[in-house]
């Protein structure tokens, strides 16, 4: 399927590895150009080696916590591309742990990343992708925003509002041909979900070789997933054939999530 993304221009924040490196790699592969953005330097380096696209891949290390940062990594993107027409909005991690456990001032750390990170890169792309004639905003949202649990209440209150957001900035920015959507990932094989305890494991202390042979059981594909399944859905949600999705949320998870809505 063409997805008619060549020589679009495309920000991609928390690139440096995982599904943001993958993210990148697929845009680049669909004729993208590209500015990665994280705040390691040296994964930069490897993710656009990695790519291997010369002068249609720039780097900048920035910190999406940093309001000063996000402006600074859009108006680089424009002097060195001379547009921007798709951001995918990665950045971030999980926060896990009971109400008890968990101190505010990591929650809100959590939401100053998840939430008011992807507010800003809004309020500093939107201009450009208005000035181009439209584009694409994406956030990646993990599965806490739609199945909250004990062990993540931080991440689910987070998650669910970055939900919020992408409605509310779709029905504001759709007018103008600027299409906010969420790509919600779980189960996927990543440097996060090596890091971190998930509910449901089996095997703790093993590899997550090992602990995928209980994981999988709750995935009605058998398997986890691998970061190329969210860059595929990304790029179909970048392109021209997602012309009519707006506000929409899309599970990448093998069928783990069972909510309805």
């Known amino acids: 399927m063409e997805l008619n993304l060549e020589d679009k221009v495309a920000i991609v924040t928390g690139a440096g590895s995982g599904i943001g490196r993958a ?3 697929r845009l680049a592969g669909e004729g993208a150009r590209l500015m ?15 790519i291997a696209a010369g002068d249609r891949v720039s780097q900048c290390v920035a910190d999406v916590d940093t309001p000063a940062d996000i402006v600074r990594l859009v108006t680089e993107t424009a002097e060195t591309f001379g547009q921007l027409d798709i951001v995918v909005s990665n950045a971030g991690t999980h926060l896990r742990g009971r109400i008890e456990d968990v101190k505010a001032d990591d929650v809100a750390a959590h939401f100053r990343t998840k939430v008011l990170g992807p507010w800003e890169l809004m309020k500093a792309s939107v201009p450009h992708m208005r000035k181009a004639g439209g584009g694409r905003f994406i956030l990646i949202i993990g599965q806490a925003g739609k199945v909250p649990g004990a062990n993540v209440p931080g991440s689910a209150v987070v998650n669910a509002a970055q939900h919020a957001l992408v409605k509310s900035a779709s029905d504001d920015f759709g007018r103008d041909g600027v299409l906010v959507n969420a790509v919600c990932p779980s189960r996927i094989e990543s440097p996060l979900s090596r890091s971190i305890d998930i509910d449901e494991e ?9 602990q995928e042979s209980g994981w999988g059981k709750t995935v009605p ?3 986890w997933g691998v970061a190329d399944d969210i860059a595929n859905a990304v790029a179909f949600v970048a392109s021209g054939r997602a012309s009519f999705m707006n506000g929409a949320n899309i599970d990448v998870d093998g069928g783990h999530q069972r909510m309805i809505f």
């Open 23 to 25: 993210i990148a790699m």
């Open 36 to 50: 990665i953005c994280g705040r390691d330097e040296s994964k930069l380096t490897e993710t656009a080696a990695a």
């Open 202 to 210: 089996q095997f703790l202390g093993r590899s997550l070789e090992q």
């Open 221 to 223: 594909l058998g398997r």
